[in-house]
């Protein structure tokens, strides 16, 4: 019997799935306690099935999805990568996930002094000097990142500085966090190499210059050769320089944008520090800074006095809370843990093999799909759609490569590539899965010659073929419906 009807639809009267027991205290009426306004009327519509029932409905949708336990899941500039399980143990851990936020401190010790370690070990890893934990993701790092270049200025009646200059390759995320922060945006065009164009940026700058927003190595894959002239520019017309790090797995152990001129940045924990990304979280943005900016960051900060570990709110002026408690303590606990399994050693090696499997894919396609000549990327690099398309769109690629197996890649992303397709294989992934992965693309490139069709009509293996992705946005089915 094939389980793939929704869990109302198995539903039949009279089927139970659980037995309470016998009620043993006071039976208290629940219109006595609630308002009646808030209380339902009705018969509560909820399915009638066995235990089995139930199991098998949730253990096939499970098989329903794709995730990076299941598959490859090369989706670039967001480092789908495998996430050892020892880092699951860790967090589970019954004095990590059952500690109470409001626990006083003397309760805390342990979980006080792992958040302070691992800003400690982010900070060497960063070249910064301090920093906070609290931020629930990158783009919220972001934004804490910004609000600490704007109270910086503030302090310094520099009211003038309000705009922040962004490359046209940056991440979508980062003129919106610039809005977000009062800023109005500056965009600067790549030049041919896709790299920062220095005298479009020295054209840029000036006395309303808050700062520049950059990633390094970029969302092409390209690493900032001119980066020192770059963050000097943008210091000596007075503006500060915020480090995207959500592309820090290519740098990790060998070099530090605190080094390369850097402010402030933030790191993906979820993504570069092994937590599972997807979904829409948890996810953790840790978010370090220069000293001169430390007493602008948001309270409480972790504290070592002697042997004792603390939460302060002596922070001059700080930019007050970001979020609830001190963040999500369940992905700093992983983060901890897979900064300690690995060592300086074995996070200098992530960023080395990120970019060796990179390079290693990317001259796999190079015959095929459409990449600059003479280029060597780090973690991630961008095609360009297929060498012959015969009137075939990434979209197809895409769609094609679900047929085989393998979640696609990122499409039409970074907008400065025509027909984009950024590929991030991540350093966690086998030769033989790189080998497999290039195996199937080149097979759709030798497919697009000979039977475009094939490729123009895929998927053909997966339930829902191609769907309207614009009216599936917009209009949510989120109940069921008789």
């Known amino acids: ?32 306690l609630i308002p009646a306004e808030l209380l339902n009327d009705g018969e509560i519509d909820l399915p009638e099935v066995s235990e089995p029932e139930v199991v098998r409905h949730f253990v096939n949708l499970s098989n329903k999805n794709f995730g990076v336990d299941t598959g490859f899941y090369p989706l670039g500039s967001c480092t789908m990568k495998y996430n050892p399980k020892i880092n699951e143990a860790m967090c589970a851990l019954p004095g990590f996930a059952t500690l109470h936020p409001n626990v006083p401190e003397c309760g ?11 800003g400690e070990a982010l900070n060497e890893t960063s070249g910064m000097d301090a920093c906070t934990l609290q931020p629930a993701a990158g783009a919220h790092g972001e934004i804490t990142g910004i609000m600490l270049f704007k109270a910086y200025h503030e302090n310094n009646k520099d009211f003038q500085r309000d705009k922040i200059i962004i490359p046209d390759s940056a991440h979508g995320t980062n003129p919106a966090t610039a809005t977000m922060a009062g800023y109005k945006i500056i965009e600067i065009k790549s030049c041919e190499s896709g790299l920062v164009d220095i005298e479009a940026l020295k054209a840029a700058v000036g006395d309303d210059t808050a700062g520049l927003m950059l990633t390094n190595p970029n969302t092409l894959g390209l690493f900032e050769k001119d980066i020192q002239e770059i963050t000097k520019i943008v210091h000596e017309a007075g503006g500060l320089v915020y480090y995207d790090g959500a592309n820090a797995n290519a740098i990790l152990g060998h070099v530090r944008p605190g080094d390369m001129g850097f402010d402030a940045i933030h790191y993906n924990l979820h993504k570069t520090f092994s937590t599972p990304h997807g979904g829409g979280g948890p996810g953790a943005g840790y978010v370090g800074c220069k000293d001169f ?25 700080t930019l007050g809370k970001m979020k609830d408690f001190y963040g999500h303590f369940g992905v700093l606990v992983r983060t901890y843990a897979y900064v300690l399994s690995m060592g300086s050693d074995g996070l200098k090696k992530v960023s080395d093999y990120a970019v060796l499997n990179s390079n290693y894919l990317a001259n796999q396609l190079r015959d095929y799909y459409n ?10 690099f961008v095609l360009g759609g297929l060498k012959n398309p015969n009137g075939l769109v990434t979209l197809d690629v895409a769609k094609r490569l679900m047929d085989m197996g393998y979640h696609p890649p990122t499409v039409y992303f970074p907008l400065i590539v025509h027909e984009a397709l950024m ?6 992934e086998s030769k033989e899965t790189l080998d497999g992965f290039a195996e199937s693309m080149i097979k759709i490139a030798k497919e697009a010659e000979t039977n475009p069709e094939i490729v123009h009509a895929a998927p053909h293996d997966t339930e829902i073929k191609r769907p309207d992705e614009t009216l599936a946005a917009k209009e949510l089915i989120l109940k069921y419906t008789k």
């Not at 960051?297 to 070592?304: A, D, E, H, R, S």
């Open 423 to 428: 590929v991030e294989p991540t350093e966690s």
């Open 371 to 380: 990449l600059p000549e003479n280029v060597k990327f780090k973690h991630e």
């Open 108 to 118: 805390a010790q342990g979980a006080l002094q792992l958040m302070y370690e691992l």
């Open 1 to 32: 019997m094939k389980y793939d009807k929704l869990i109302f639809e198995l539903s039949k009267p009279g089927k139970i799935g659980h037995k309470l027991p016998e009620l043993d205290v006071e039976d208290v009426c629940i219109k006595e």
């Open 293 to 317: 900016l430390k007493d602008f960051l948001p309270v409480p900060i972790v504290v070592k006095n002697g042997e004792r570990y603390s939460l302060s709110y002596d922070v001059p002026k």
